[in-house]
Nanobody
Framework: QVQLVESGGGLVQAGGSLRLSCAAS????????MGWFRQAPGKEREFVAR????????YYADSVKGRFTISRDNAKKTLYLQMNSLKPEDTAVYYC?????????????????WGQGTQVTVSS
């Protein structure tokens, strides 16, 4: 069992940056793969990024490659998403997720635990 709480969302101009954080509690952080999804109004929740338990390998949606960086600090039980060169189409509620066996990772149904979400709004 793990509980997840996102923070760091807000309003930013196009081209700007934000860093999202996800604080985990419960089971040791290194037990889970972790990732980020996002959901815009009227759209399905979509995969953004994933990091393996050790933090050694990362995976990204094509839409964010080269702009977003996912990382984790297992000692601090915290997951991060550094977002650079933000675009208006990045506007969405961003959700932190954790999974014991999250495969296929790009499907939301593969993930076991979810945070409450944090709003990111990018203005033009």
């Amino acid at each position: 069992q793990v509980q997840l709480v996102e923070s760091g969302g807000g309003l930013v101009q196009a081209g700007g940056s934000l860093r999202l954080s996800c604080a985990a509690s419960g089971r040791a952080a290194g037990y889970y793969a972790m990732g980020w999804f996002r959901q815009a109004p009227g759209k399905e929740r979509e995969f953004v990024a994933r990091v393996v338990r050790s933090g050694g390998s990362t995976y990204y949606a094509d839409s964010v490659k080269g702009r977003f960086t996912i990382s984790r600090d297992n000692a601090k039980k915290t997951l991060y998403l550094q977002m650079n060169s933000l675009k208006p189409e990045d506007t969405a509620v961003y959700y932190c997720a954790a999974a014991q066996t999250g495969s296929p990772y790009y499907m939301s149904r593969s993930w076991d635990y979810w945070g409450q979400g944090t709003q990111v709004t990018v203005s033009s």
